[in-house]
């Protein structure tokens, strides 16, 4: 199974099939970049309603990216999504627009904010999937892109 059954974005199994026959063979006429948003999920009084969180947290980022962008899952509170053609600059202007912005969501009628960390990094050719997963991480840390 590819897929995430709960938001239907690729799961991580179905982030290395995309990395190894989408981003692969097309790495050197295409500009690839990973952004990753991990959620920063309430306390205890909306742990009952992580699926519905996790549901509007993807909603709002399909509203973000572009089509033909690949929208991940790789682990519970990881989103992932791998833009196609992007520039660098691009994808560094988002993260800074991001960095201090909540996804919206709505329980029991109130609304509620989920926070989230948001970094990236761009792929190269002789990267390997955990290396980018890994350097995209370690960006959101700090909220920033690196590019190497």
């Known amino acids: ?34 952004l990753v948003f991990h959620l920063l999920l309430p306390e205890k009084e909306y742990a009952a309603f992580t699926d519905r969180i996790i549901l509007a947290c993807a909603h709002f980022l399909r509203s973000l990216f572009s089509p033909r962008d690949f929208f991940c ?26 960095r201090e912005k909540t996804f919206p969501c709505r329980i029991k009628g109130r609304p509620l904010a989920v926070r989230y960390k948001v970094g990236g990094t761009n792929i190269l050719g002789a990267d390997h999937l955990q290396v980018v997963l890994e350097r995209a991480l370690s960006a959101a840390e700090k909220g920033t892109f690196i590019r190497v």
Not at 7 to 30: C, K, M
Not at 76 to 89: D, S
């Open 1 to 34: 199974m590819l897929k995430d059954p709960l938001t239907n974005f690729w799961n991580l199994r179905g982030l290395q099939r995309i990395f190894d026959y989408a981003v692969r063979p097309h790495i050197y006429s295409e500009d690839y970049s990973l």
């Open 73 to 98: 899952r790789p682990s519970e509170k990881t989103f992932a999504i791998v833009c196609v053609g992007q520039r660098v600059g691009e994808a560094r202007r988002l993260i800074e627009l991001l």
